[in-house]
């Protein structure tokens, strides 16, 4: 296979991708996540100073549902076992962080 040959099939198989907005945005999900995490925990700490001594529960659940959902969907594309592993352990703190919450809206604490 010539030089010219594989330049061709190249740009066949990348059609219409742009590789520095794909790192971009990979980065940018980065960011926001971390961000996410941050407003998370002031939420928290302000609910829990400012109204009835208890950590928001339904932000973490959302955050946690966030987290998960990325690392499975990062696991069936990608088949990679320590993907599946941090996605099930994000899932887990969301429903521990959901139970939480359900508790907390019913009165059962």
Known sequence: ???DEILKKSREENKDRDFV???????ANAVSLGV??????LLSVLSAAFQDGRPNY???TVMW???A???LFKYYR????????LGLIYLAFCVTFFVF???DLLGMA
């Open 1 to 3: 296979m010539e030089r």
């Open 21 to 27: 907005e794909e790192a971009a945005l990979s980065r």
């Open 36 to 41: 996410g995490m941050i407003v998370c925990g």
């Open 58 to 60: 339904s932000v973490w």
């Open 65 to 67: 549902a966030m987290q």
């Open 69 to 71: 959902s990325i690392f």
């Open 78 to 85: 990608l088949r990679r076992r320590h993907e599946l592993l």
């Open 101 to 103: 919450y359900l508790r």
